[in-house]
């Protein structure tokens, strides 16, 4: 039982991952892809809405790792092996990302150091989320084989398929739309600059429907059991629910009502999740590792539970606070 | 691993220490109402922010590279020791969201509200401090788990988190980051005061740096101890490499420096103390000490380098000890910051040394485990990822790493140097 807690509260954590942390990368791809008259405009919007604060945002990936090794050890083993090579590739993508970022922000800037900076910082925020996509959909290919709590399958096993490259691309138009349509919502920004975001938003957006569909099609041969899971009864409802809010999010922009659509597209992303993990349900690693089969003995998982909810009745009213004051003007 | 955490554990101290003095900082703003303190508070802030956001990158990198290069031992710990990370997780997190509304609260949150926010600030980073720390005790000191027939069972992760260890450990820890950082916080501002004898700013901050760094430096010495002894207890063989014992003796000696042979089992050219060990991990003069011949030659730490890098640890210890002494003691003569010519040279030149004090002593406490790395459980050998080509990672890591910290040397040096501006500027710029 308390291993579906915990597995639980990985859930929450990687969604709240998603709509923060993996924004913050959305952020940087049009960072990098400012362009017209108005690109230097654009760059400070983005500066502005990525403040240094929102560092905090990448915690949540930290928390999801310690969880996964604490509750899981034997997966995160086999996942940490299995896929050594593409994590590695994303930690110097995150270690590039955050460097880039913090000298944008405190080096005492040129012009020309800077712009070397800002495309460091962009092309690394392409780079990471697209290897984010390719290792979890690499989890679900079923060719990670683990026999014997032994890897079987070597080093490049999962990661280098149709569908893997899929699943990147999929994450990289999935979070540049989430980005350009928070980007819509700061009433500070210009009309102009704004009517820039919206575009991008309404573009990415329509985007995803084709990706999503090549990535549907590729599950078939590229994961069959994700494919299995997709085709199941609850999945239509699901894939539905996730449909009407892609629609109104891309109507509210339309419409240019930027709160909602930006509700909406919280929603679509962490509907998307909640089908890629039920559809994954309960394997953590197809088809060997399952949450049941690696899970830590009961009093791992008891405690960890009383230690995520005692975290998270301290976690959720401070970022709670955080947000209210970050909102309030100054006095 | 090592490589990496060596410069985390830099990172990692100046991130709990900066913001205590941002905080000492603010509360002197409070109850003054002078300016420089407020530039002061913000200064470290901004320290803060930047050191937050490599610590995020690197424990992000960390938390991952466990399982990169660890497998084996991730396997096999996860579940026994997995939750103090978990908990760090949470302390990191908080510490980030009230550093955030430390940074951006200034004009939008109550003053004392804003000041406990600091507060919170470095509860954050000592508990996350304490917390991974525990769980690198409990690698010296197993505990909270049964081994039965190579299966491991009995889990009690309370009990792992509570081992022998972790009280020395995590209080040495905590102590030497707020030394290390104060004194080399005291020697920047202590070089720019000697080149301006005038200048308020630097006055003031040398002035907080050392009331921390000194208060905190003579309390190691107890710590020290304390650890010591429980090494002792714990694990014989990381103190007889410690103190370059081979043989098992009665009345040990207290041997600084020399050159360990493995080969004759002797230590040649070492200043001795008769009776000076015994002493000081018994608290009695004749006590036995156990020698590493009491283990067998493939269960021996290298005994050089942790010997030399013990002795490293102490005798810079000992120095900034002395040092705080002296401060001290000049401190309360002139009622004041010291501010003598050479008792400025002397805390510029000791500015390192905590620092060092730090690396070398984690290279007593992590090379004196060798060859485990799980004490007397598990082998580093076993632990290791079976990927090909091992070197290729190791080396990605470890240039992660020299990346990280040459980036962050370079914007800390920058934030300082912007510093040179005259003081009158600076109180005037922010109120």
Same mark, same amino acid.
């Given at each position: ?34 362009t ?19 560092e ?12 996964l ?31 880039a970022f ?133 999945a ?27 509700? &909406? =597209?919280i929603? $679509? %992303? *962490? @509907?998307? #999740?909640?089908?890629?993990? +039920? ?7 197809? !088809? ?5 089969? &690696? =899970?830590?003995? $009961? %009093? *791992? @998982?008891? #405690?960890?539970?009383?230690? +995520? ?7 959720? !009213? ?12 100054e006095? | ?25 603010e509360?002197?703003?409070?109850r ?25 990158v ?63 600030v ?12 525990t769980?690198?005790?409990w ?64 006055r ?120 705080s ?40 406490t ?25 070197a ?40």
């Open positions: 039982m308390f291993e579906l807690i915990v597995a639980g509260f990985m859930f929450v954590a990687l969604v709240f991952y998603a709509v923060t942390g993996d924004a913050d990368y959305g952020a940087g791809m049009w960072d990098l892809l400012a017209g008259p108005r690109a230097d405009a654009q760059r400070s919007a983005i500066e502005r809405a990525i403040g240094p604060i929102w905090a945002d990448h915690v949540w990936l930290i928390l999801i790792v310690v969880i090794f604490t509750a899981f050890p034997s997966a995160f083993a086999a996942m940490m092996t299995a896929l050594n090579i593409p994590f590695t590739l994303m930690l110097v993508g995150i270690v590039l990302r955050g460097s913090i000298f944008r922000k405190y080096d005492i800037k040129s012009q020309g150091v800077k712009h070397g900076w800002s495309l460091l910082f962009g092309a690394a925020s392409f780079f990471t989320p697209f290897i984010q996509g390719l290792t979890l959909a690499a989890l679900s290919t079923g060719e990670i084989r683990i026999v014997d709590g032994r890897l079987a399958t070597g080093f490049f096993a999962g990661w280098l398929t149709p569908f893997a490259f899929g699943c990147g691309l999929f994450a990289l138009a999935l979070f540049a739309f989430l980005a350009a349509t928070y980007l819509t919502v700061d009433p500070s920004t210009e009309r102009d600059v704004q009517n820039d975001f919206r575009l991008r938003a309404l573009w990415s957006g329509v985007a995803l429907a084709p990706i999503a569909f090549v990535v549907f099609i590729t599950s078939k041969e590229g994961a069959p059991a994700m494919y299995h899971g997709l085709t199941q009864w609850w239509p409802l699901l894939i539905g629910a996730t449909l009407v809010f892609a629609i109104a999010a891309l109507a509210s922009l339309w419409q240019r009502r930027f709160a909602l659509a930006r509700i &909406a =597209a929603a $679509e %992303v *962490t @509907l998307i #999740l909640t089908g890629w993990s +039920l559809a994954q349900y309960p394997r953590l690693v197809t !088809p060997d590792v399952t949450i049941f089969n &690696a =899970a830590a003995p $009961e %009093v *791992t @998982l008891r #405690l960890l539970t009383y230690a +995520l909810v005692a975290g998270a009745i301290i976690l959720f !009213p401070s970022l709670f606070f955080l947000f209210r004051v970050f909102k309030s003007k006095s | 691993m090592g490589m990496s955490l060596a410069f985390h554990i830099v990172f990692a101290a100046i991130g709990i220490s900066l913001p205590v003095l941002m905080v000492i900082s509360a002197l703003y409070l003054t109402g002078r300016p420089v303190f407020l530039e002061l508070a913000k200064r470290w802030s901004r320290g803060a922010a930047i050191l937050f956001a490599v610590g995020a690197s424990g992000t990198v960390l938390s991952f590279e466990l399982g990169l290069l660890w497998p084996g031992f991730m396997e096999k710990s996860g579940a026994i020791i997995g939750m103090p990370f978990s908990l760090e997780g949470f302390a990191f997190f908080t510490e980030a969201i009230f550093l955030g509304l430390y940074l951006m609260g200034w004009k939008r949150l109550p003053p004392l509200v804003h000041w406990f926010c600091g507060v919170l470095i509860l954050g980073g000592v508990a996350s401090g304490i917390f991974v720390v769980a690198n005790a690698m010296n000191a197993p505990a909270g788990f049964k081994i039965v027939d190579g299966k491991i069972t009995d889990i009690d992760p309370i009990a792992a988190m509570l081992n022998p260890a972790a009280a020395h450990e995590t209080l040495h820890m905590t102590l030497a980051a707020f030394i290390a950082t104060g004194f080399a916080v005291a020697a920047i501002h202590a070089f720019f005061l000697l080149r301006d004898r005038r200048n308020t700013f630097h003031n901050a040398l002035g907080m740096a050392l009331a921390l760094a000194c208060t905190s430096a003579p309390l190691q010495l107890i710590s020290g101890d304390f650890s010591a002894r429980s090494v002792a207890k714990l694990q014989p063989a990381k103190l007889a490499a410690m103190e370059a014992v081979y043989q098992t003796q009665t009345g040990s000696p207290w041997q600084l420096g020399g050159i360990p042979d493995d080969e004759t089992r002797t230590t040649r050219y070492a200043l001795t103390i008769p009776h000076g060990l015994s002493l000081l991990a018994n608290r009695d003069p004749n006590s036995k000490i156990i020698g590493l011949d009491q283990f067998a030659p493939n269960d021996w730490p290298n005994v050089r380098l942790v010997h030399w890098s013990f002795d490293l640890m102490i005798l810079s210890g000992l120095a900034l000890i002395a040092l002494m002296a401060v001290g003691w000049l401190a309360w003569k002139h009622r004041g910051v010291p501010d003598g010519k050479w008792i400025l040279r002397m805390i510029v030149a000791a500015g390192p040394l905590g620092f060092i004090a730090i690396e070398a002593g984690w290279v007593v992590e090379l004196g485990r060798q060859p485990w790395i799980i004490y007397g459980v598990m082998r580093t050998q076993e632990a290791v990822t079976p990927m090909p080509k091992i290729i990672p190791f080396v990605i890591f470890a240039l992660i790493y020299v990346f990280l910290s040459v980036a962050l040397l370079y914007l800390l040096s920058r934030q300082f140097r912007k510093t040179e501006a005259p003081a009158s500027d600076l109180v005037t710029k922010n109120v």
